[in-house]
Every structure is written in C-alpha cells, then in structure tokens.
C-alpha cells in the first residue's frame, strides 16, 4: 500500500521556534569567505503545508512498517526525544512526497530542472561521517546508502540544505550564518562539479585528512587512532570460558528463538567463508534514525588466522524513497540498493553484502573501528562553515560519479548564486516546516 502524500496548500508565513535564542552577530572568532548569497534581511518563506495532517499520515507510514509494538514505541520515543531534527531523519519519504508536492515550487532551484542522475538521497549530516574502503583508505564520506536511487540533483541539495538550516535553528544562529552555510554549500558545489569535467573524482567517494578543514581534519586524525581493541573493549567481554562474547545490557540484547530462526535464515544467504567462526551473536533495538526499529543484528566472527575478533552488522534496509511511497520493508529493491554504491563510489568494506529474506533486504558491512561522526551540536558557526564547504565538495564528487558531470554543469550554467539564494529559501522554508510540524505532533 503506497502512502497517499498530504495536500498541497497556499504558502504561509514562516513560524519561527527555536531552541535558543537567536545571535546577533555571528560566533565565530576567525574570518571566513564572503557569502556568495547577498544578505539583505531576506524575507524568506515559512511552512508550505498544514501539519493538522501529519499524524494520520506517520501512523499509516508506521503501520506499513511491520514492527512490534516496543519497536513503535521506541520509535515514538526517539522521535519525542530528538525533536525537528530527529523527524527529518525518520521519515525520507515525508520529505520526497513534499518535493513533489507542497515544496515543489520552492525546490526548483534554477529555472531549469536538473538532469536525471543517480542521488545519495537521504543526505542529512547525521548521514556522514569516516570510514575505510577495501583498499583501507580512511575517508570522511557519506555513511548511509540505503536510500540511493535515482533523481534530479535538486532532491540532494534541498535534503542536505534543510539539513544544515535545522543546525541552525538548533545551535540559535541567526538568518546571516544560514545564508553563509547554504552559499558555500552550493558555491563549493559548483565549483567542484566543474573541475570535476576536466578531471574525473576519485574512485572512493570521500575526503581524505589531506585535503580536510577543520572539524572534519580533526575527525579523520581521531579515527586513525581508533584501534580494534578500543572498538572490542565497547562492545564485549571476556565469559567464564575465557572467550570473547557480546556485552549485553540496555543495548545489546540476546535473540529470542524468532530472531535466532531469521539469524539462522540470514547466514545461509550471505555464505561467510568456511575459515570464518562465528564466535557470538546479538541484536540491538534502539540505532538509526529512519530504520530505527528495524532489525538490526550484529556477528562477533573470527577468520582463521586473526589475532582479534571482527564485528559484523546485518541491518534491515527501507525501501529507497526516489523509488516507491510505500515503506513496507518487504519492497526494498536489493539490486537497486546494491547498484547504488557502484553508481556513487561508495567506500565498501570486504565484508559488505546484500541479501534477501523473506520479511525484506538486508546488508551486511564491518562494524568498523574507523567509523566516527562529528557531534555537530558542538559546531561553532565558524566550523559550521568549513563543514558546509566539505559538504558540498562531497556531494559533487557523488553527483559526478552518478553522471556525467557536465550535465551538472551545464544546467547550473554559471548561476550558483542563484543556485544558493533559492537553496537558502528552500532550506529555510523546510526547517521551519519540520518545526512546525514536531509541535504538532506533541504539542
């Protein structure tokens, strides 16, 4: 059953809730580049659809999901907790029916519609982060695939503008930091799409510490001292055997004999070589944002010939949002999904895997030790910045794997000011409807 999207109505004017009061100047203490957008007090757009309607339309969308009633509750409670930001993440299929719908106006970002390629997706910061590839190059990247499809490149720079306007909203950074980030989010964009025509990307989508700034420099030098022992000393213990098993708690929990059953169902699918012992196994409730709830299994294996353990995560996948409006697990695409990370140069691990069961796809990736995320509520406006520049040189060097990047290029055609200005509109437009849209639900 597909999710029937919510009408479209007038635009109305911006209802504005922040968590902290709004700056006055900008926080940073050092210089940063001059904003391509002009920052003249824009009046920029509010809500663009009523919310009244949103609760109807998250239980449908919940019920397609098939989970239990704890699932649901968790979900209900992460959502509670985590506030606008937590329901951007929750819920991308919200966000592509508004880009179809009541958005759909405002995400035209240049008088021309962008050319079909293949997208990220779902590329909100929370979805970034390092990890390594098969080669071992430690690389600061987009760290979800799961919603990779095929779109206009529109779809990924609203989704990843929105998101970098509800930090804003978040940290109380006033309208001239928003236009800051968004104009060097498509500035660097631009300019990376269009060296990208003269000189193909690398073949692993990411940056390395070499080229990195700031936050994201820092985050690279922390994950290369991550060691397998740290990442094991977390996740295990030592039992009365004197072998290594999972460290059960409030996170890690024991499978009941359904779960053992799908677990036993799961491992005849992905085939684990025959020098590879399975040492123990577990699952965990509460990760993830749109596929909180969803099951999510975890391997502790030894190859033979190891010296320590390897952890494996086996995570049920959504369906791709570009792709259907039914979220239904069971109608996730697998081959689209394991396409996606050819199409975009995704960093992949030895281990990685997708595999089909009967209540829907699964993937199979390391649990690695090199895997970080910048805890962006710590951000200064000012690394918020360098951040946003970094953003956006990712996102062409995915755009540019998805496509030839000269039709990129010639559809911005030297108009990246324009390109920032709309961006900042729909951005802004967005953050405020997810604002919005969180009171409703728990008012």
């Given at each position: 059953?597909?999710?029937?999207?919510?009408?479209?109505?007038?635009?109305?004017?911006?209802?504005?809730?922040?968590?902290?009061?709004?700056?006055?100047?900008?926080?940073?203490?050092?210089?940063?580049?001059?904003?391509?957008?002009?920052?003249?007090?824009?009046?920029?757009?509010?809500?663009?659809?009523?919310?009244?309607?949103?609760?109807?339309?998250?239980?449908?969308?919940?019920?397609?999901?098939?989970?239990?009633?704890?699932?649901?509750?968790?979900?209900?409670?992460?959502?509670?907790?985590?506030?606008?930001?937590?329901?951007?993440?929750?819920?991308?299929?919200?966000?592509?029916?508004?880009?179809?719908?009541?958005?759909?106006?405002?995400?035209?970002?240049?008088?021309?519609?962008?050319?079909?390629?293949?997208?990220?997706?779902?590329?909100?910061?929370?979805?970034?982060?390092?990890?390594?590839?098969q080669n071992r190059e430690l690389?600061?990247?987009?760290?979800?695939?799961?919603?990779?499809?095929?779109?206009?490149?529109?779809?990924?720079?609203?989704?990843?503008?929105?998101?970098?306007?509800?930090?804003?909203?978040?940290?109380?950074?006033?309208?001239?930091?928003?236009?800051?980030?968004?104009?060097?989010?498509?500035?660097?964009?631009?300019?990376?799409?269009?060296?990208?025509?003269?000189?193909?990307?690398?073949?692993?989508?990411?940056?390395?510490?070499?080229?990195?700034?700031?936050?994201?420099?820092?985050?690279?030098?922390?994950?290369?001292?991550?060691?397998?022992?740290?990442?094991?000393?977390?996740?295990?213990?030592?039992?009365?055997?004197?072998?290594?098993?999972?460290?059960?708690?409030?996170?890690?929990?024991?499978?009941?004999?359904?779960?053992?059953?799908?677990?036993?169902?799961?491992?005849?699918?992905?085939?684990?070589?025959?020098?590879?012992?399975?040492?123990?196994?577990?699952?965990?409730?509460?990760?993830?944002?749109?596929?909180?709830?969803?099951?999510?299994?975890?391997?502790?294996?030894?190859?033979?010939?190891?010296?320590?353990?390897t952890l494996l995560e086996l995570?049920?996948?959504?369906?791709?949002?570009?792709?259907?409006?039914?979220?239904?697990?069971?109608?996730?695409?697998?081959?689209?999904?394991?396409?996606?990370?050819?199409?975009?140069?995704?960093?992949?691990?030895?281990?990685?895997?997708?595999?089909?069961?009967?209540?829907?796809?699964?993937?199979?990736?390391?649990?690695?030790?090199?895997?970080?995320?910048?805890?962006?509520?710590?951000?200064?406006?000012?690394?918020?910045?360098?951040?946003?520049?970094?953003?956006?040189?990712?996102?062409?060097?995915?755009?540019?794997?998805?496509?030839?990047?000269?039709?990129?290029?010639?559809?911005?055609?030297?108009?990246?000011?324009?390109?920032?200005?709309?961006?900042?509109?729909?951005?802004?437009?967005?953050?405020?409807?997810?604002?919005?849209?969180?009171?409703?639900?728990?008012?």
């Amino acid at each position: 059953m597909m999710i029937q999207p919510m009408g479209t109505p007038e635009p109305r004017a911006a209802v504005v809730r922040s968590h902290r009061a709004p700056q006055s100047e900008v926080s940073a203490s050092q210089p940063q580049e001059t904003s391509e957008i002009s920052f003249r007090q824009l009046a920029l757009p509010g809500p663009q659809r009523p919310s009244q309607d949103l609760s109807n339309w998250r239980q449908d969308y919940e019920n397609r999901l098939g989970l239990s009633e704890p699932a649901l509750a968790s979900r209900s409670s992460a959502l509670k907790d985590g506030g606008p930001e937590m329901l951007y993440r929750m819920y991308p299929l919200l966000f592509q029916q508004d880009l179809a719908g009541a958005y759909q106006a405002l995400a035209q970002l240049l008088p021309q519609k962008g050319p079909e390629i293949a997208l990220a997706g779902d590329c909100h910061l929370s979805n970034f982060g390092t990890l390594r590839s098969q080669n071992r190059e430690l690389v600061w990247s987009l760290n979800d695939y799961d919603q990779v499809g095929q779109g206009r490149p529109e779809s990924d720079l609203c989704r990843a503008g929105a998101s970098l306007l509800l930090l804003c909203r978040q940290q109380g950074w006033n309208q001239s930091v928003a236009a800051d980030l968004i104009g060097t989010m498509a500035r660097h964009y631009s300019q990376q799409i269009s060296e990208y025509c003269q000189n193909p990307p690398a073949p692993v989508l990411g940056i390395h510490k070499d080229e990195a700034q700031g936050p994201i420099h820092a985050l690279l030098k922390k994950a290369e001292r991550h060691t397998q022992e740290d990442l094991l000393s977390k996740w295990t213990e030592v039992n009365a055997q004197g072998t290594l098993q999972f460290k059960l708690g409030d996170n890690l929990h024991k499978l009941d004999p359904s779960q053992d059953q799908r677990m036993d169902q799961l491992l005849k699918e992905i085939r684990l070589p025959a020098n590879v012992t399975v040492l123990d196994r577990c699952c965990r409730r509460e990760a993830g944002g749109s596929s909180l709830g969803l099951e999510r299994y975890y391997l502790l294996v030894r190859p033979e010939g190891d010296s320590l353990p390897t952890l494996l995560e086996l995570k049920q996948v959504l369906p791709c949002a570009l792709a259907t409006s039914d979220p239904d697990p069971k109608k996730c695409d697998a081959q689209l999904l394991q396409d996606g990370f050819g199409w975009l140069g995704a960093p992949q691990d030895n281990w990685q895997k997708v595999v089909r069961a009967d209540n829907g796809v699964y993937l199979l990736r390391e649990r690695q030790r090199a895997r970080d995320a910048l805890k962006t509520e710590k951000l200064s406006s000012h690394e918020a910045h360098q951040l946003a520049s970094q953003l956006g040189k990712v996102l062409a060097q995915a755009h540019a794997h998805g496509a030839n990047p000269i039709r990129v290029r010639d559809w911005i055609d030297g108009r990246e000011k324009q390109l920032g200005r709309n961006l900042l509109n729909f951005s802004s437009s967005y953050a405020a409807q997810m604002d919005q849209d969180f009171q409703a639900l728990f008012k």
